[in-house]
């Protein structure tokens, strides 16, 4: 079988917020991450709008990638990763948010970043908002759901685009952007777009606002972008968790179409530049009131992304025949979910399915025709540190390398355009949904408990030296 492209881009993925700590090092201002506190092991973690003293909030010291960074980016280079995916603090370069200056010191760090990066020949891969939106911006302007934002993201945008125009080639404007449409829980709307319900509110027609904003500040970011550095490749970012029929029967079938619209959505947009009839009939029936002015499709229009990046974890099953659930499965509430015999689950939930990892890449190159890039994949497990210092984490090579052979697949026979492919979590770092540090995915240790505790001592997997092999290989070696 044909190899993968000889300059795909093996990586693997970090972000600010779960790695860097030094929350208010520099003159960095909080984050919406900043306020939430852990959600105990499994469970959901819970936001709060501000930082209390008796509280413990695993994002402010993470797993110090902030003071680490220089050790940490030796490490990727020994594994041989040609790319590392991370994000642009946004309160490290705007404390605030509304400030007209950025922060120098945040620039530096990034600036120091990069130059370690480079001197390995690891390409950067930047996220611009990766759940880290100003709190000041949350708190005092309501998040995206004000259209001021929009000028504040674009602002910050064109700073670092300015300031890093020849060392970073790759970048993204929102991480999972269509995460927002699960907006009964509260935690992805607010770290998507800084939003909060207020009773009374109608909260689809209040996640349409701040999505059409956050939609408008992509276009507008990646317009000016092309001003900046024509050479740029801005991409966007979309969770993907393809949801299948239970069986053959069609309204299952056509269940399936329109729940993937919440994966569909916000990608039609960015890569089309209109919005979708779909979306325009929903408001029309539910009589959503979605500022979209004048001006604004010539905005969205023109400002098109090059490539859509995305995260795959999962897959999942409707069935029109099992109730309604309320029951928020990960990473969107599903009307009609059911569990897939055909798969199985991580001690998360998460189902493990690396078919649909092909199936996801030939439905997305299918309906966009535009490169895609592979930005998060991963298995979230419990690691064994044995007596010797060793960590067989077998069940993660194994995983990893089912989804490779899948991405082989949907390169060699089904013709995907493929940039490259980064491991979400490549270094262990704090989880995103649950605040806990006990849902590992890296393939190098960090010695932090979910309360806070250890000594951040970095120490190699057994993954470690397998996909060190596997970059080496081309992919081949598995
Ligand atoms: C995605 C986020 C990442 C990462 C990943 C794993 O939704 O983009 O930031 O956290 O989920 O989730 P978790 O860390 O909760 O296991």
């Not at 946004?90 to 990069?114: K, V």
């Not at 064109?158 to 020849?166: A, L, Q």
């Not at 089309?272 to 325009?280: H, I, K, S, T």
């Not at 029951?327 to 569990?339: A, F, N, Q, T």
Request: glycine fraction near 8%; charge should be negative; avoid cysteine.
């Amino acid at each position: 079988m044909s190899k993968l492209p000889k300059d795909f881009l093996w990586g693997g993925a970090i972000a600010a917020h779960q790695a860097e700590g030094g929350w208010d090092k520099d003159g960095k201002g909080p984050s919406v991450a900043d306020v939430m506190v852990a959600g105990g092991v499994k469970g959901y973690r819970e936001i709060t709008d501000t930082v209390e003293a008796d509280k413990y909030y695993p994002n402010h010291e993470a797993v110090d990638f902030y003071g680490h960074y220089k050790e940490d980016v030796k490490l990727f280079a020994e594994m041989g990763l040609k790319a590392l995916r991370t994000s642009i603090n946004w309160s490290r370069i705007f404390p605030m948010g509304d400030e007209a200056e950025p922060n120098e010191a945040g620039l530096q760090f990034y600036d120091d970043l990069f130059d370690e990066l480079i001197k390995y020949n690891i390409e950067p891969v930047i996220t611009l908002s990766h759940f880290e939106i100003p709190l000041h911006l949350a708190k005092e302007y309501g998040g995206f759901r004000n259209r001021k934002v929009v000028d504040f993201f674009v602002h910050f945008a064109e700073t670092v685009f300015k300031r890093y125009k020849d060392k970073v080639k790759y970048w993204m404007t929102f991480n999972e952007i269509n995460n927002m449409m699960d907006y009964e829980s509260p935690v992805f709307l607010w770290t998507n777009v800084g939003v909060t319900i207020e009773e009374g509110e109608n909260a689809q027609e209040v996640m349409y606002t701040a999505g059409h904003h956050a939609l408008l500040a992509s276009a507008l970011a990646v317009k000016k972008s092309k001003e900046i550095n024509p050479d740029f490749q801005i991409g966007g970012m979309v969770a993907y968790v393809p949801v299948y029929p239970l069986n053959s029967n069609p309204n299952n079938v056509m269940l399936a179409e329109e729940v993937m619209r919440m994966r569909y959505f916000f990608p039609d947009v960015m890569i089309r530049g209109y919005y979708p009839n779909y979306a325009l009939k929903l408001f029309e029936r539910e009589g959503l009131n979605i500022p979209i002015l004048e001006g604004d499709e010539a905005i969205l229009s023109e400002g098109t992304i090059d490539y859509l990046g995305f995260s795959y974890y999962m897959s999942t099953a409707v069935d029109v025949d099992s109730p309604v659930s309320d029951v928020k499965k990960v990473h969107g509430s599903v009307p009609h979910e059911v569990d897939n015999p055909y798969t199985t689950a991580t001690d998360w939930g998460w189902t493990i399915d690396p078919v649909g990892l092909r199936y996801t890449l030939n439905r997305l190159y299918d309906r966009y025709q535009i490169p895609l890039f592979i930005v998060e994949n991963g298995l979230g497990m419990v690691d064994t540190v044995e007596s010797d210092g060793s960590i067989h984490d077998v069940p993660r090579m194994q995983y990893l390398g089912d989804h490779i052979e899948e991405i082989k697949k949907a390169v060699n026979e089904d013709g995907v355009d493929l940039i490259g492919y980064t491991p979400w979590g490549i270094i262990d770092i704090v989880s995103f949904t649950t605040g806990e540090m006990s849902k590992r995915y890296g393939m190098i240790y960090v010695d932090r408990d979910n309360d806070g505790n250890g000594s951040l001592q970095r120490s190699k997997k057994d993954s470690f030296y397998w996909y060190k092999k596997v970059i080496a290989t081309n992919g081949e070696d598995l």
